[in-house]
C-alpha cells in the first residue's frame, strides 16, 4: 500500500509521521464497532476551553446502507467519487453555544482538536482518514435537522485504505502527489509577527 511518511528535522512520532488522508479506501472491509467506539473516544477525551466539549458528530456505516447513502449526499459530487467507498462517513459539528447558552468562542478550534486527536487513534489502529470541506452544508443542515446554535465544519471518510486502483484515474493520480508543507521558519515566529525563528 502506498505510504507517504513526512519528511522531519527530528523525529515525531510515527503516528505523526506516517499517518496521511489517502482517497482510495476498501469498501469491501468495514471498521468493526470495537475501532469506531476508540476513535470516537478518543474525540471524546480531548481537552477543551472550559471543558464545553463543542464537538458532535453523525456517523453512519455503510452497513446501514441508507444511512451511509444520506451522509455521502453531504459530501459536495467531487467528493462523493471517493467518499462513497468510505465504510464510515462521519459529519463534524460544532455547537456554538455552551449547556447554558452563552457564546462559546472557541468552539471551532476545540472541534479541530478532537479530529485531530480522533484521527492519530485511527492511524494507531491501522485506519485511514480523509477529510473534506467540500461539502453542501445547506443539505446537511435540512437533511438531519441540525439547530442553529451549531455549525457543520467538515465531514470525512474512515476506512482502510485500498490501493489506487479503486479511484478514477485523476484521483489515482492525484494519490501519488508528494505530501508538502511549508518550512518551520515559515510559521514559527520569534520576537515580532513574521520574524522568522531560524532553525
Ligand atoms: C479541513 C480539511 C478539509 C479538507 N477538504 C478536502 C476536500 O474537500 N477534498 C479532498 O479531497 N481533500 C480535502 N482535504 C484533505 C487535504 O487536502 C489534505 O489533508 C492535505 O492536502 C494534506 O495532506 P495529508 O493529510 O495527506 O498530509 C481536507 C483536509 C482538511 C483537514
Known amino acids: 500500500m502506498l505510504k507517504k511518511p513526512a519528511e522531519t528535522m527530528r523525529d515525531v512520532h510515527p503516528l505523526i509521521r506516517d499517518r496521511w488522508s489517502p482517497r482510495a479506501m476498501d469498501a469491501s472491509k468495514p471498521v468493526s464497532k470495537d475501532d ?9 477525551w480531548t481537552a477543551s476551553s472550559n471543558n464545553v466539549q463543542p464537538w458532535r458528530f453523525i456517523v453512519a456505516t455503510a452497513d446501514r446502507p441508507e ?7 453531504g459530501f459536495n459530487v467531487r467528493n462523493q467519487r471517493w467518499a462513497k467507498n468510505a465504510p464510515v462517513l462521519i459529519i463534524v459539528l460544532a455547537r456554538k453555544v455552551t449547556d447554558d447558552g452563552a457564546a462559546n468562542g472557541p468552539a471551532h478550534y476545540d472541534t ?3 479530529v485531530a486527536q480522533l484521527v492519530i487513534q485511527a492511524t494507531a489502529l491501522g485506519l485511514s482518514v480523509h477529510q473534506a470541506g467540500g461539502i453542501d452544508k445547506d443539505k446537511i443542515r435540512t437533511s438531519y435537522n441540525v439547530p442553529d446554535d451549531t455549525d457543520i465544519l467538515v465531514a470525512f471518510g474512515l476506512g482502510y485504505q485500498a490501493d489506487a486502483s479503486v479511484l478514477p484515474d485523476d484521483l489515482a493520480e492525484r494519490e501519488k502527489t508528494p505530501r508538502a508543507r511549508k518550512s518551520l521558519s515559515d510559521i514559527v515566529f520569534n520576537d515580532t509577527y513574521g520574524e522568522k525563528m531560524m532553525f
Not at 469506531?36 to 471524546?44: D, K, P
Not at 444511512?67 to 449526499?73: C, D, F, G, P, T
Open 67 to 73: 444511512a451511509h447513502a444520506k451522509a455521502l449526499e
Open 112 to 114: 479541530g482538536a478532537a
Open 36 to 44: 469506531l467506539i476508540s476513535v470516537l473516544e478518543a474525540a471524546r
